[in-house]
């Protein structure tokens, strides 16, 4: 049995419990279309329960205005091709803890897209008196409680004073990329020291942040806590660099391997081994690839892993190799 989650009145992050535990609703789910549905069914969809749910037609009925919010953040990011792309990609929980509500927002204007649909503008369309801020009407901000709180149903009331967001960095391994974790970190906010537990996705890219709601500065008596934001490091590896979804594993062989050919032996992050064959006459560094060992890519993919095959040269030689490698000299080696 799924009800609604009366402590989370706006994120769909934290939408509905089920026997007491929080779950994603889904933003296709939302709007009632499937997942692979076009541009176009994802904004009918959107304007037919936009229409049902305005809160100019359902004025002082709070879950009507509720559910607006929802299906609007959820057209916010199913109407944006990159949003989208990044919630298909990683899913509900892992999309909520890279992006807030205000990247979630950001470039989406609320009472352009209802302008679009007929009812906004500052005129009585279809029904809707919606406006950028004239009187009586409900814009984005008063809707959504932004810029000094909302205004609908005739009266204002002063929106939740929010504490502030907080940042701390995070450092990751390779590993934990590949294969995420779950970490405990020691917090230390407002003079006392507590632990939070925060899961890293698999394919975190550096610079990242990962949200943890109300889990950042408190706020004023009635007001919300703020949000803790990780910023996401990634600590070098010995073995293998990053470059993007694939890793990079620098392999040394000796001239003689370079000029006639070789096996070498090449161990994957995952601990698998592979033996590669080096062409003869290879060039320093080229880059031989083992499809599919590399760092998580989209849904269920991965990149490469590319060894790097570099020539070493020695740095002292023995009388004998002197003379070898003399004799290549003079045969125009």
Do not use: W
């Not at 229409?51 to 609007?72: Q, T, V």
């Not at 009586?136 to 004073?161: D, E, K, T």
């Not at 993007?244 to 000796?254: A, R, S």
């Not at 290879?282 to 880059?287: A, L, M, V, Y």
């Amino acid at each position: 049995m799924l009800t609604a989650h009366k402590a989370c009145p706006f994120n769909v992050f934290c939408h509905v419990k089920h026997k007491g535990r929080v779950l994603l609703m889904e933003y296709y789910e939302l709007l009632g279309v499937a997942k692979g549905a076009s541009t176009q069914e994802i904004k009918k969809a959107y304007r037919k329960l936009a229409l049902k749910y305005h809160p100019d037609r359902n004025e002082g009925d709070k879950a009507a205005e509720e559910k607006f919010k929802e299906i609007s953040e959820a057209y916010a990011v199913l109407s944006d091709p990159q949003k989208k792309q990044q919630y298909d990609t990683y899913g509900s929980t892992d999309f909520h803890q890279k992006y807030s509500q205000e990247d979630i927002f950001k470039n989406f204007n609320m009472d352009d897209i209802l302008r679009q649909f007929g009812f906004g503008g500052g005129a009585s369309t279809g029904g809707f008196r919606t406006s950028m801020g004239g009187g009586g009407g409900n814009s984005f901000s008063s809707i959504f409680g932004q810029a000094g709180g909302g205004c609908a149903g005739g009266g204002c009331q002063q929106a939740p004073v929010k504490g502030q967001d907080m940042t701390y960095q995070i450092s990751v391994t390779l590993e934990d990329v590949l294969n995420g974790a779950e970490k405990s970190i020691a917090l230390r906010n407002n003079g006392k020291s507590h632990n939070v537990n925060v899961r890293i996705p698999k394919g975190i890219e550096a610079g990242k942040k990962l949200r943890l709601k109300g889990k950042g500065g408190q706020a004023p008596p009635g007001g919300i806590p703020g949000d803790l934001f990780l910023k996401v490091d990634i600590t070098p590896h010995k073995n293998y660099e990053r470059d993007g979804d694939n890793l990079v594993y620098e392999q040394k062989i000796p001239f003689s391997q370079a000029c006639l050919g070789a096996k070498v032996t090449v161990e994957t992050l995952d601990g698998k081994t592979f033996k590669v064959n080096v062409p003869p006459g290879i060039q320093g560094d080229s880059k031989l690839r083992i499809r599919g060992h590399g760092l998580p890519s989209g849904i269920n993919g991965r990149g490469d892993l590319l060894v790097k095959v570099g020539v070493d040269i020695p740095k002292e030689l023995n009388e004998e190799q002197q003379e070898m490698i003399e004799k290549l000299q003079e045969s125009g080696l």
